[in-house]
């Protein structure tokens, strides 16, 4: 695989940068177009995007493919080198050079992951390949339901959906004879509870069934646009097959959803909310109309609410957008009580969080003369989230009714507020300009104290989140968190594993420790995604190994080989395990990183905040 490499001293400084007066730097020359490390970070236009040219490798992919995390060979094998004495391979900051180094890695590809985007970070080590998810050959004759499952038992796992997962949806899934794509979706999602051999051959079915309507719906010509397909589409992104190897190539969550947002488009179903208000508006209403523009509605902020979900933290901009009336039409009620609408009352606390964040991640250093109005901007987002967070937080415990879902907003609420934090120590560090390792960087981004002060009260932040966001997942009963929608266990991953990197960092050059029960935390969150899955392969079972395999590497820290000093640690040389479950077979050797040095390298900005938690 190829690593990225330093500029050339020849090489001049981009545009940007040059005005900036900031460091230039050019990590990947591979890249096309090629762009500084800066300009990259901030998605902003590079000139060397027109005077550098892409050094060809053998690992080049096409265009269309291009950045987008690259898949693994089938062996998840990383090792792990002694650094040579004063070479380049010398892991951490060399010189002062801010050169972006992974101190945890699974597998080769993963030292080309953007930490800058760590939820796709997640989502990439818990989808890597192993040597059994070999394609299985299998000819889909099934071209319904009915040839699959006879009607009770249909009907069994469509009440099993709508039971289930229908409120994690918040919109009424459509019944049509006629139509039957969400009924198709449904039935292949619920599948998931049937057992033994005989319910892995359904499932089996169900999934190339509902693969092949897909197919229609996206690729027949003249294929009709219908909100039956917007639902089956979202439906199907929200919830992936696992423990079965038939998959179409390139059909990730983000391009179902895309699908739907299109499909949607067409139907104008991002009008519905304006049809609702005006509707309301005339003498003499029509109940019937008002009602179907209403579920209409609900139907598209789900979907935007979906895909900002999935674009959280992986630097992707959603391509759906909720309107004003949207907005007003989810509201938070004047007056809370037992007629308030659930669903609606769902999807505004989610909607409220998510475009804060949104609002947060286009709030970016353009000059080295708004530092303290960029700082002000991001305070000022994370207290209207506190303020979104006072409203969700009683929720669970005064309504009398599906008290589980709104307890688990919180994780949700509590990413979206991590991810802001997560976004805001990223933007500081990486538009400073070269510093020397070691010298605290937080003075040099605003003087006088008030960098040191902002930054120390949000790496607090950042731990108590991440904490709350796990005691928020230890509270909800495994045997209903396992129906949520796979992302929210990598959202508990994620929170996991910025948990253990700031563990490292504090122990990094001392004798140091977190205090608190974060070991606890951690080992239990490990013991309830393994209870909350269903088998091997599902997105919790995933999640469970990734946050194995970073504890493994805390409890080898002490091992007398380990270099904290330099960030290098052992390989796990008695952890055997297969991200399908199936029998091990190479060892999986784990490079332990979260946190890029980017945020890393102040010691003394970590050993104050370990003392400080030491206090009581």
Request: net charge neutral; charged share 20%.
């Amino acid at each position: 695989m190829h690593q990225p490499t330093r500029r050339a001293k020849s090489t001049a400084a981009c545009t940007s940068c040059r005005r900036h007066k900031t460091r230039c730097e050019i990590l990947d020359h591979s890249s096309n177009p090629v762009r500084c490390h800066r300009c990259k970070v901030l998605s902003m236009a590079c000139s060397h995007e027109h005077t550098q040219v892409p050094t060809p490798t053998q690992d080049s992919v096409s265009p269309e493919h291009r950045g987008r995390p690259r898949r693994s060979s089938p062996t998840i094998r990383a090792t792990i080198r002694a650094p040579a004495s004063g070479s380049e391979s010398r892991r951490g900051f060399q010189s002062g050079t801010a050169t972006p180094v992974r101190l945890w890695s699974f597998v080769p590809e993963a030292q080309d992951l953007d930490w800058s985007a760590p939820m796709l970070g997640i989502q990439h080590l818990t989808s890597i390949p192993t040597d059994n998810a070999a394609a299985q050959e299998f000819v889909n004759n099934d071209l319904s339901l009915s040839t699959i499952l006879p009607d009770g038992r249909i009907d069994y796992l469509l009440d099993l959906f709508n039971i289930h997962y229908t409120p994690w949806l918040n919109f009424r899934p459509l019944r049509n004879s006629k139509n039957p794509f969400v009924d198709i979706a449904c039935s292949a999602v619920a599948a998931r509870h049937l057992e033994g051999e005989g319910g892995k051959a359904v499932r089996l079915r169900l999934q190339a069934l509902a693969h092949d309507s897909i197919a229609r719906m996206i690729f027949s010509p003249g294929a009709p646009d219908s909100i039956e397909a917007v639902q089956c589409l979202l439906i199907m992104s929200l919830w992936r097959p696992f423990g079965l190897t038939l998959e179409i190539h390139g059909w990730t969550s983000r391009s179902l959803l895309s699908a739907a947002v299109r499909i949607a488009m067409n139907l104008r179903l991002n009008h519905a909310s304006a049809v609702v208000k005006d509707s309301r508006k005339y003498e003499f209403p029509d109940a019937t109309s008002i009602s179907e523009a209403y579920e209409q509605a609900l139907l598209w902020i789900a979907l935007t609410n979906a895909e900002s979900m999935l674009c959280l933290g992986t630097r992707s901009e959603p391509l759906s957008r909720r309107s004003d009336d949207d907005c007003l039409l989810i509201q938070f009620p004047v007056v809370l009580d037992a007629r308030t609408d659930l669903r609606n009352l769902r999807l505004g606390l989610t909607a409220r969080q998510f475009d804060l964040y949104e609002e947060c991640s286009m709030i970016c250093l353009g000059s080295e003369l708004d530092k303290v109005e960029w700082a002000r901007d991001i305070k000022s987002v994370l207290q209207q989230m506190r303020r979104g967070s006072r409203h969700l937080m009683p929720m669970a415990a005064v309504l009398e009714r599906e008290q589980f879902y709104f307890q688990a907003l919180h994780i949700s609420d509590g990413i979206a507020r991590l991810l802001v934090l997560y976004h805001a120590f990223w933007e500081a560090r990486s538009t400073l300009p070269q510093i020397p390792r070691g010298e605290p960087w937080h003075g040099h981004f605003i003087s006088g104290g008030a960098g040191e002060a902002l930054f120390f009260m949000w790496a607090r932040d950042m731990l108590q989140t991440s904490e709350a966001l796990l005691v928020a997942f230890l509270s909800a009963p495994p045997n209903q968190f396992c129906t949520a929608p796979d992302n929210y266990f990598h959202m508990v991953a994620l929170a996991a594993g910025y948990l253990i990197g700031v563990k490292f960092l504090l122990v990094r050059e001392g004798p140091r420790s977190l205090l608190g029960a974060a070991d606890l935390i951690l080992a239990k969150t490990v013991t309830n995604l393994r209870r909350a899955a269903y088998g091997p392969g599902h997105a919790a079972h995933r999640c469970a190994l990734l946050v194995e395999f970073m504890l493994a590497k805390w409890n080898e820290r002490e091992r007398p080989e380990t270099c904290l000093s330099q960030g290098i640690f052992p390989a796990v040389d008695l952890f055997q395990v297969q991200i399908d479950g199936s029998p091990p077979s190479p060892l999986v050797d784990v490079e332990f990183m979260f946190l890029n040095t980017l945020l890393a390298d102040d010691k003394s900005f970590w050993d104050a905040l370990a003392q400080d938690e030491l206090k009581w």
